[in-house]
């Protein structure tokens, strides 16, 4: 093989191909860290530690040194995150109960609604549909009926989708539409379980 | 071209190495400090330190929602995404109406899923048909399928093989979301004004609402250039969606109810009270059942004198054969169908079963429906992928789903040694490393929530199985026949086979250039519908 062969297939491997998958160019490779770093998280609300939550990460990171590919819940707080700091002395508080039973207190601002807070918090809920009443992932349940009366009735669309949510119950909403405000001071919300029980129906005759 | 002794170098750190590219995927600073440089020999056994290999089989929302739970849970997993379309998103892409673009939003996810770079997209690589499934098995640790439901029932009735004016709304539905498969499918909705839907499902009212929405509102959304134009020639102007049970057992949701009978232009024929149960009895009904029977009995506001559309739902029908018109024998003229009767017990039960209604003579009660056009949405219907028997998966043809222990472990009828212990005390047997997910696994039903929480559950059953401490985990190849290289072992046969996989930088290439085409002609974007025009777009 010539020296100018090898050269030039030295070349072709060094230079990423537009069909390269796998060997990320340089840019895309900072793609993660280019979202807000975790910090940025905490930015709309104070977050009161009240239990250390398992990080669902796990901690034997792989990839430790990139700290921003490894959560995405860390780029989905960014994204749906748009959620204001609360000014000082009009903090609302709020708690809100994970799948695990854990309490989570949070101060938040007045305008800012559940789904946003939960994802810029980094608790388990969904926004499938982007926050636009169009899917029941981020289905909630109130803890306080009488909370639940203060609240402005879910409209026909809220509503429908509720209708297809699991473990629907009678103070259900979709977090995506309850908008925080100064009556709904001391909400508690819990987040439905969203495990599933071996059914019979799931197995073929057995064997 | 392959290259096994040409020198490498990498792209990410330009360090020169003679061995040849194994994972290119890992920046060599991710690596553990002893792996890029020294040979290795992956042969040997599972090590702790080298990733799990996933390949996950579609790229719809249970593809994807797996693997957005599985790289979240497990960090040292690395997820290979096979689809056959040079495209991803499978049904949000193609199955969602394009007059919902909010539902398409989870596409969001998905595409921040796919940064992460323990993520691949394999397109155009049709697994079991071009790639065969075998050739997967010794690169990685686990296959989840979730290729969902690429077929749809029939209904077995005289003269619905016909090809003009008889369609499969799922194909129907493939078509006027630029899904290449049914790209030259060119429906004739010319034939005159009536259509008749048979099924009461989301995509039956889909169809519906397709074939009687004003083309103008359609027009901003993504639908299919070639499929607008057909449709404003359209003469259709009433559809009858037929159901062989009846109100309270119908299978469609309330949003897709209520969005038809508020379209504007549209009225709907109210629905005989008899077929309701007596108000004590209605507001006895679960919730969601109640709500919907209310909307069905309540109906539309829009006046039919006023309105030049119509719609229908007509229950307790079942299809008993098409007919052609006498004088035009190439056009359809009605359908007959055979009256059905709700089982007397329990009539207002969801699982209520239908019995042959017979009158008084004896014969079969029978009315007969005018039709021009003729779609069947009886539901759709997951096929084996050819190959998944080398892998010892036995594909339950009856149901048409991958049989599984419902948290999505592959099951087996034989004896493989991985067996649980079900409730009742008796044992199933898994096959390990294999799982499935979405459609595939618990049949074709339910909206993109029901997936994701059905795809959840598989990412969270791969992962407490990969966790499981003290015993070997249960992959899929036994320690030591695993290469543990995933997408890098594929590759060299792929690119041998001649095949042209497409990778996320291409997609997001395809999908610039339809965003462009959609933008001059003033919609979200244009398709393509075809396989060829996307990878023009790469070449």
Redesign the interface.
């Known amino acids: 093989m010539s020296f100018w062969k090898e050269a030039c297939l030295s070349l072709r491997q060094a230079v990423p191909r537009s069909r390269e998958t796998l060997c990320r160019s340089p840019s895309k490779r900072f793609l993660s860290t280019s979202y807000a770093a975790p910090t940025s998280r905490f930015i709309g609300s104070s977050r009161v530690p009240v239990t250390v939550r398992g990080n669902i990460l796990g901690s034997r990171s792989w990839k430790a040194p990139e700290a921003g590919c490894r959560s995405f819940s860390v780029t989905a707080g960014v994204q749906h995150g748009h959620i204001t700091p609360p000014k000082p002395g009009e903090e609302i508080n709020i708690t809100f109960i994970d799948k695990d039973g854990v309490r989570v207190d949070l101060q938040v601002a007045e305008g800012d609604n559940l789904l946003d807070i939960a994802q810029a918090n980094d608790l388990e809920m969904e926004g499938a549909c982007g926050g636009s009443c169009a899917c029941s992932t981020c289905h909630v349940i109130v803890e306080d009926p009488d909370l639940f009366d203060k609240m402005e009735e879910p409209s026909d669309d809220e509503n429908d989708m509720l209708d297809l949510a699991f473990g629907l119950t009678e103070t259900s909403r979709l977090g995506c539409q309850v908008i925080m405000s100064k009556d709904l001071d001391g909400l508690v919300v819990r987040l439905p379980t969203m495990t599933r029980n071996l059914q019979a129906s799931d197995f073929e005759p057995k064997n | 071209m392959i ?1 096994p002794r ?7 750190c ?1 360090a ?1 190495t003679t061995r040849v ?1 194994l994972r ?2 890992w ?1 060599h ?2 690596l553990p400090s002893r792996s890029i440089w020294q040979p290795r020999h992956y042969s040997q056994v599972v090590q702790d ?1 080298r ?1 799990i290999r996933v390949a996950v089989v579609g790229s719809g929302p249970a593809g994807f929602y797996a693997a ?1 739970r599985l ?6 997993a690395v997820v290979d995404m096979y689809e056959k379309l040079p495209v991803p998103f499978g049904l949000a892409r193609y199955g969602v109406a394009p007059d ?1 673009p ?2 398409k ?2 596409e ?2 998905f595409t ?2 796919a ?4 993520f ?3 397109g155009n690589v049709e697994l079991g048909t071009n790639l065969p499934l075998s050739s997967l098995k010794p690169h990685y640790d686990a296959i989840l399928f979730a290729y969902g439901a690429p077929k749809d029932k029939e209904l077995g009735i005289p003269g619905e093989k016909a090809t003009r004016n008889v369609y499969s709304a799922r194909e129907f539905v493939g078509w006027y979301n630029g899904l290449p498969e049914h790209r030259d499918l060119a429906p004739d909705l010319t034939a005159g004004e009536n259509a008749v839907v048979v099924g009461q499902g989301n995509v039956a009212l889909d169809v519906a609402r397709i074939l009687l929405s004003g083309v103008d509102a359609l027009r901003k959304t993504d639908i299919a250039e070639y499929a607008l134009e057909e449709l404003a020639k359209s003469k259709i102007k009433r559809v009858r969606v037929v159901g062989r049970r009846g109100p309270i057992q119908a299978a469609f ?3 897709e109810l ?1 969005e038809l009978l508020q379209l504007p232009g549209v009225s709907f024929d109210p629905i005989p009270k008899d077929l309701f149960p007596s108000e004590d009895v209605m507001s006895a009904l679960p ?2 059942q109640k ?2 029977a209310q909307l069905l009995a309540k109906g539309s506001t829009n006046d039919p004198a006023t309105s030049p559309k119509s719609w229908s739902l007509d229950f307790l029908l079942s299809p008993e054969c098409l007919h052609w018109s006498p004088v035009y024998p190439y056009r359809l003229s009605h359908v007959k169908f055979a009256r059905n009767e709700l089982d007397p017990a329990n009539p207002f039960l969801s699982s209520a079963k239908v019995t042959p209604k017979y009158l008084s003579s004896g014969k079969r009660a029978e009315v007969e429906i005018p039709a021009n056009t003729f779609f069947r949405s009886v539901g759709y219907k997951s096929l084996a992928l050819p190959g998944l028997e080398d892998l010892g998966i036995q594909f ?1 043809e009856q149901r048409g789903v991958i ?5 999505g472990r592959i ?1 087996t ?2 004896n493989t040694g991985e067996n649980q212990q ?2 009742d005390g ?3 047997s898994h096959l390990p490393g294999l799982y499935c997910a979405g459609w595939v696994k618990r049949g074709p039903t339910g ?4 997936t ?2 059905d795809a ?2 598989t990412a969270d059953a791969i992962a407490a199985d990969l966790k499981t401490k003290g015993e070997k985990p249960p992959l899929l190849n036994s320690p030591g026949q695993s290469t543990g290289l995933g ?2 072992g594929v590759r060299s046969e792929v690119e041998k086979l001649g095949l ?7 997609w997001q ?1 395809i999908d610039r250039a339809e965003r462009q085409r959609g933008e001059e002609k003033g919609k979200v974007r244009d398709k393509f519908g075809r396989v060829a025009e996307m990878l023009e777009v ?1 070449s």
């Open positions: 290259l040409a020198p490498y170098i990498c792209s990410n330009t020169r590219p290119r995927a920046r600073s991710q330190d990733p957005y790289l979240a849970k497990v960090d040292t919902h909010e539902v939003n989870c969001d996810k921040e899923v940064t992460s770079p323990r691949n997209f394999i949701t309330i949003k209520r919730r969601a709500r919907l339950n049989p599984n222990d419902g948290f099951t009828p034989v079900l409730p008796s044992l199933i909206v993109i929530a029901s994701m929480t959840f559950t997408w890098e042209r996989p497409t990778s996320w930088a291409d290439r790469l």
